[in-house]
C-alpha cells in the first residue's frame, strides 16, 4: 500500500481511537466531553476605542454550548459572592475556546468561566466520537496525522517519494496554523480542571 492509499486506513484509525494521535496537541485542544472550570485573575483590562476589553483562553476548546462567566474581587469570593457576567458582555468562540470580555472593567478581579466542551461518543460505535459532531477540519487533520504516523513503515509506503510526504507535512501545518488558539494579551486559567 502507498502513501497515497492511506486515506482509508486512516479513516479506520481514526473511527478506532477518535482523532489520531498527536493531533490533540498540534491544535491545543482535547476531545473528550464534559463539564469544566476555568478560574483567572485579570491584573489589568485592555482598552480599544476607549472600552474595556480582555480575552480568556479556555483549557479546552469545542464547546457545546455559550458558557457561564462570573466574576468576584476575591478568589473565594467567586464561590460565596459571584456576579454575573451577561451574555451582552462577552463573546465566545465556541471551537476555539475563547471568550472576549467587552465592555465591563474586571481589572484587579477574579473570573471563573464554566462550560461543557468536547466530543460525544457514538451511541452505535463502542469508544469512537460522533463523526456528526467533529469538524471536518479536525478529521482531515487526523486522517493527514495518521499518514504521517504510518509514513515510516517501510512496507507500507512501498517508495513514496519525500515530496509527497512535504506536502502532507504542509498541508497538516496550514490546517494546524489556521486553527490556532494563540493571540497575543489573552489570559490563561490560573485553575482549571
Not at 451577561?86 to 465592555?103: M, P, R
Not at 472593567?105 to 469512537?128: C, H, S
Request: some cysteine.
Amino acid at each position: 500500500m502507498t502513501l497515497n492509499g492511506l486515506a482509508e486506513t486512516a479513516t479506520s484509525l481514526y473511527r478506532v481511537q477518535g482523532p489520531a494521535a498527536g493531533v490533540p496537541g498540534k491544535v491545543d485542544r482535547q476531545f473528550n466531553d464534559g463539564s469544566y472550570v476555568n478560574d483567572f485573575h485579570v491584573d489589568q483590562m485592555l482598552y480599544f476605542g476607549g472600552r474595556p476589553q480582555r480575552a480568556f483562553r479556555l483549557t479546552r476548546g469545542f464547546l457545546t454550548g455559550a458558557p457561564t462567566l462570573t466574576y468576584a474581587g476575591t478568589f473565594e469570593a467567586l464561590t460565596s459572592l459571584p456576579v454575573a457576567i451577561t451574555s451582552s458582555n462577552f463573546v465566545t468562540d465556541l471551537e476555539a475556546g475563547l471568550v472576549n470580555v467587552n465592555g465591563l472593567d474586571l481589572g484587579g478581579a477574579f473570573v471563573r468561566i464554566t462550560y461543557n466542551a468536547g466530543f460525544t461518543l457514538d451511541p452505535n460505535e463502542k469508544g469512537q466520537f460522533d463523526p456528526a459532531l467533529v469538524p471536518s477540519w479536525l478529521q482531515t487533520a487526523a486522517r493527514l496525522q495518521c499518514r504521517l504516523g504510518l509514513n515510516d513503515q517501510p512496507f507500507l509506503t512501498d517508495g513514496e517519494d519525500k515530496a509527497t510526504v512535504k506536502q502532507v507535512q504542509d498541508m497538516l501545518s496550514h490546517i494546524v496554523a489556521d486553527k490556532s488558539r494563540g493571540f497575543m494579551d489573552t489570559l490563561y486559567s490560573i485553575v482549571g480542571v
